[in-house]
């Protein structure tokens, strides 16, 4: 059973994906660029390094720094070096970012309740509480791996 739903949580990212992109082409971003600036808008109190946004976003520097740069040609996005450390580059959401999110809030939130629509608010409850586990050992799973890596190139 659990490979099965391992098997049905990807497929659902999969769809959830492209349904999400689809809505979201017509403003010319893609559903990484929207996570990100979702994850940097909500998840840190200053101007996050790109290597925070990868640990934050479980994935690389040079795909944060990829995504980064494409948002940054569209006015989305700045990158600028740390201060006091040349050799970090923190990532900003500009305001035309924050006014294109704003222009599509009603929308994005009538899109997020659809993708809930048959599942009630007891359901959504344990889910959330389920998912939550899920989420908490997916972490142990995936710091581990890092480290198993990391000793590997040692």
């Known amino acids: 059973m659990a490979k099965f739903i391992l098997v049905m949580v990807f497929l659902i990212e ?11 082409e017509e403003d010319g971003i893609t ?3 929207w996570l990100m600036a979702l994850v940097i808008a909500n998840g840190f109190k200053h101007a996050p390094s790109i290597q925070e ?6 994935t690389t520097h040079q795909n944060v720094k990829q995504i980064a740069s494409g948002m940054e ?10 201060e006091k450390n ?7 959401v500009t305001e035309h970012c924050f006014r294109l999110f704003k222009s599509r809030e009603e929308g994005d939130v009538r899109a997020v309740l659809s993708m809930f629509e048959n599942i009630s608010d007891d359901e959504l409850r344990a ?28």
């Open 73 to 82: 040609r569209q006015g989305l996005m700045r990158l600028e070096r740390d």
């Open 53 to 58: 946004v990868a640990d934050a976003m479980s």
């Open 31 to 33: 559903t990484k660029q």
């Open 14 to 24: 999969q769809r959830w994906s492209y349904y999400i992109g689809k809505d979201l």
């Open 86 to 92: 040349k050799r970090i580059i923190r990532l900003r």
């Open 127 to 154: 889910l959330f509480n389920v998912i939550a586990k899920m989420e908490h050992r997916a972490d142990e799973l995936y710091e581990g791996a890092k480290a198993m890596r990391k000793a590997k190139e040692c």
